[in-house]
C-alpha cells in the first residue's frame, strides 16, 4: 500500500509540475521579449541574443502621435478605480439585503441572478452601445470614459454570491443586538458588519478591479477610435496594428509586463485577507 501510494503521489506531483511549466512558459517567453534587443516580430529563435532596458524607456519617453502609452495607462487607472469604488459598493450593499432581509421573490431574485450571472456580459454590447448613444454618452471621449464606469459598475451587483456567503457566516445576533441598542440597518452594516468584513471585502475590490483593468471589447465599442482616450488594453492591442507592429513589438511585451505590476502588487500586499475571504464564503 505505501509503494503505490508513493507511486500515485509521485506522479500526482510530476503531472503538476509539468502543468505548472506550462503555465508559465507563456510568461516567461513575455517577460524575456520585453528586454531583447533586437527589432521586429517574428524571429526564428526565443533567447534573445542582445537584451536593452529600451523598451521600457520608450514606452514612457518614445510615444508618438498614435502610441502614447501613459496617457492610456492614466485612463486606465482613472476608469478602474471609480469602477471598483462603485461596484464594490454595490456588490457588498445587494449582499447584506440578500444576507440578512427576507422579502418576497427573494428566492426567485437568487435564482435569477444566478442564471444571469451565467451569461457573459458581451451578449449585451450592441444593446448597451446605442442605449449610451441615446443617451448622449458617446459625444465625447471624456463621457466615453464615464460610459465604461457606468457600464462595469451597473451589473457588478450580480456577483454578490461570494460575498453574501461571507455574511451570511456572521452571527444575525450580532445585528439583533444593534437593533435594540436603537441601530437602524444602516448603521449596523456600516458600523458593525463592515469592519467585520475586511476578508471579503478585500476580495471584492480585487475582482471589482481586474475586470476594467483588462477589459478590451466593451473598451474598443465605446471609445471607437477615439485614440486619446483609449485603456490601456486597446492601446497595447493598437501596438500589433500591421503599420506598428514591427517597431513595438517589443515594446508590447514591456508593456505587458507593466501592467500586470499593479495587479502583482495589489494580489501580495492582499493575499492573506484575499484568502480568507474566499474561504470565508465557500464555507457560508
Known amino acids: 500500500m505505501k509503494t503505490k501510494r ?7 506531483h510530476i503531472l503538476l509540475a509539468f502543468l505548472s511549466f506550462i503555465w508559465v512558459l507563456p510568461i516567461f517567453y513575455v517577460i524575456l521579449t520585453s528586454f531583447r534587443k533586437e527589432g521586429g516580430s517574428y524571429k526564428s529563435y526565443i533567447w534573445p541574443k542582445e537584451y ?3 523598451n521600457y524607456i520608450n514606452l514612457f519617453h518614445g ?3 498614435n502610441i502614447d502609452f501613459v496617457r492610456w495607462f492614466t485612463n486606465t487607472l482613472v476608469i478602474a478605480i471609480f469602477s471598483t469604488l462603485i461596484s464594490a459598493f454595490f456588490v457588498l450593499c445587494v449582499s447584506y439585503v440578500m444576507s440578512r432581509l427576507k422579502f418576497k421573490m427573494r428566492k426567485k431574485f ?6 444571469l450571472g451565467m451569461f457573459p456580459g458581451f ?3 450592441v444593446a448597451v452601445y446605442y442605449i449610451l448613444k441615446g443617451l448622449g454618452f458617446l459625444e465625447t471621449g471624456v463621457l466615453k470614459q464615464v460610459a465604461l464606469v457606468i457600464v462595469y459598475s451597473a451589473g457588478s451587483g450580480l456577483g454578490f454570491y461570494m460575498a453574501k456567503g461571507f455574511f451570511d457566516m456572521i452571527p444575525k445576533t450580532i445585528d439583533e443586538a444593534a437593533y435594540i441598542d436603537g441601530a437602524t440597518k444602516w448603521d449596523t452594516f456600516i458600523h458593525i458588519t463592515i469592519p467585520m468584513s475586511k476578508p471579503i471585502i478585500t476580495y471584492t475590490l480585487i475582482t471589482s478591479f ?3 483593468w483588462v477589459d478590451y471589447i466593451f473598451a474598443k465599442v465605446i471609445m471607437g477610435n477615439d485614440t486619446k482616450y483609449y485603456t490601456i488594453a486597446i492601446g497595447l492591442w493598437t501596438m500589433l496594428e500591421k503599420e506598428y507592429v514591427e517597431y513595438y513589438y ?3 511585451y514591456a508593456g505587458c509586463v507593466i501592467i500586470s505590476i499593479p495587479l502583482l502588487i495589489l494580489f501580495l500586499l ?3 485577507c484575499y484568502v480568507e475571504g474566499v474561504s470565508g464564503a465557500v464555507k457560508g
Open 63 to 65: 510615444g508618438g502621435t
Open 123 to 125: 451578449m449585451s454590447m
Open 110 to 115: 437568487l435564482n435569477i441572478a444566478l442564471i
Open 52 to 54: 536593452t532596458l529600451d
Open 210 to 212: 481586474m475586470g476594467p
Open 6 to 12: 508513493f507511486i500515485v503521489n509521485s506522479a500526482c
Open 270 to 272: 492582499t493575499q492573506s
Open 250 to 252: 517589443t515594446q508590447f
